[in-house]
C-alpha cells in the first residue's frame, strides 16, 4: 500500500502530464510546450517530484512475478553492457550485412566503440546512470533535479558538428556521436505523437550506426493490453530506421530496444514487408484520445480503449501513466 506522499507525488506528476495535452489541445503543441519550458515553479516542483518518486518509493512497486525488483536504469544498464560489452551487437550487425546484401544496398560504416560508452540520458531527473563505471553519461533535463543533470530541451536543442555547453547548459549535441540513448519514462510526458516522434528522429541522428535508443514507458496493465499500441511503436521506429532487438514486459513498464540499422532502408524494409493492417504511424498512448473532461474525470477510459484497438476488447482501462502507481 502506496504512503500519502506517494500518492501525492504521483497525482502531481498525473496532473503536469494532463494539463501539458489539454494546453496543447487548446493551443497547439508547440507554443504549448514552449510556454511549459518557461514555466520554472512547475517544472522545478516535477523535478523534485519525480526524483524522490524514483529514489524514494520506486523500488517497493517495481516487482516481477518472482518479487525480484525490476528497476528502469539497472535493466537499460545491463542490455547495454550485454550489447556492447558481451558482443550481442555482432548477430544484430550480421543480420544487417545479410539483409544489405539480399536487397543490393552498401553499408558505409560499422559500429565503432570503446569504453566508457557514450550514453545520453534524456529526461535524466537526477543522473540515475551515474554509479556505472562503463557508462559516460550526459545527463540532460529540461529542468535539473541536481547539480550533476545538465538542462537541455532537448526538443528544441541544435543538432551539429560538435558539443557546445555553456556553464550547466546544452547549447548544441553532437550528431552521430553516442552509443546509447535513453527515454526512461520520457515519451508519455511529451504531449502529443508528433513531438514523440520528433524525439525519436533526434535520437537516431545522435546514435551512431548500430547504437541503441532503449524506451521505458510505464503501463501496469497485463502484458496484452496495450499491445496494439506497443505494434504501432514497433511500426513508427522501422519507418525512422530503427530495429528494435528487445520488448520485455514487466509489472509495471514496458522495456524496448531499437537499434539503429547500419542503412537505414534495412528496417524500413521491415515496416513494409511486415506492416499488419492494425499498425499505424504514430507513437500514441490512451491519454491522447481522451476529451478535456474525461482527463479531469479519470473514469471514462472506454473512449480511448476503443479507439486504440478498435477490433478488440483487450485495452478496457486506463493506461497508468506512472510505474509506481499507488494501489487504492
Not at 148 to 157: K, W
Not at 236 to 260: D, N
Amino acid at each position: 500500500m502506496a504512503t500519502e506522499e506517494h500518492k501525492e507525488l504521483a497525482y502531481y506528476i498525473k496532473e503536469v502530464h494532463a494539463s501539458l495535452r489539454k494546453s496543447s489541445s487548446k493551443i497547439g503543441f508547440r507554443r504549448a510546450w514552449l510556454e511549459h519550458s518557461k514555466n520554472e515553479d512547475i517544472l522545478k516542483k516535477y523535478a523534485k517530484c519525480m526524483e524522490r518518486l524514483a529514489t524514494v518509493h520506486w523500488d517497493s512497486n517495481c516487482l516481477d512475478k518472482s518479487n525480484a525488483v525490476v528497476s528502469r536504469i539497472q535493466w537499460s544498464a545491463d542490455f547495454s553492457y550485454n550489447y556492447y560489452i558481451n558482443d550481442h551487437y555482432l548477430k544484430f550487425r550480421d543480420r544487417d550485412i545479410d539483409i544489405s546484401n539480399k536487397i543490393n544496398i552498401s553499408i558505409d560504416s560499422l559500429e565503432q566503440f570503446s569504453l566508457p560508452l557514450k550514453l545520453l540520458d534524456v529526461g535524466s531527473c537526477y543522473n540515475p546512470f551515474k554509479m556505472y563505471t562503463f557508462l559516460d553519461v550526459l545527463p540532460i533535463d529540461l529542468c535539473p533535479a541536481n547539480n550533476s543533470v545538465y538542462q537541455c530541451d532537448f526538443l528544441n536543442v541544435d543538432i551539429g558538428e560538435e558539443m557546445v555547453i555553456e556553464s550547466q547548459s546544452i547549447k548544441e549535441l553532437e550528431q552521430n556521436s553516442f552509443d546509447i540513448v535513453t527515454f526512461c519514462f520520457l515519451l508519455e510526458y511529451i504531449p502529443n505523437s508528433e513531438l514523440r516522434i520528433e524525439a525519436c528522429v533526434r535520437a537516431y541522428n545522435l546514435l551512431k550506426p548500430g547504437g541503441i535508443l532503449i524506451i521505458n514507458t510505464p503501463d501496469s496493465k497485463h502484458v496484452g493490453a496495450n499491445s496494439k499500441l506497443m505494434k504501432c511503436w514497433r511500426y513508427t521506429l522501422a519507418c525512422l530506421g530503427f530495429s528494435r532487438i528487445k520488448y520485455e514486459k514487466f509489472k509495471h513498464m514496458h522495456c524496448l530496444v531499437f537499434r539503429k540499422s547500419l542503412h537505414k532502408d534495412i528496417a524500413i524494409r521491415w515496416s513494409t514487408l511486415c506492416k499488419e493492417s492494425n499498425m499505424e504511424y504514430g507513437l500514441f498512448i490512451p491519454q491522447d484520445f481522451l476529451s478535456d473532461k474525461e482527463e479531469d474525470d479519470h473514469t471514462n477510459i472506454d473512449k480511448a480503449s476503443n479507439i486504440c484497438n478498435n477490433d478488440s476488447a483487450t485495452i478496457t482501462e486506463h493506461f497508468e501513466e506512472l510505474p509506481f502507481s499507488y494501489d487504492e
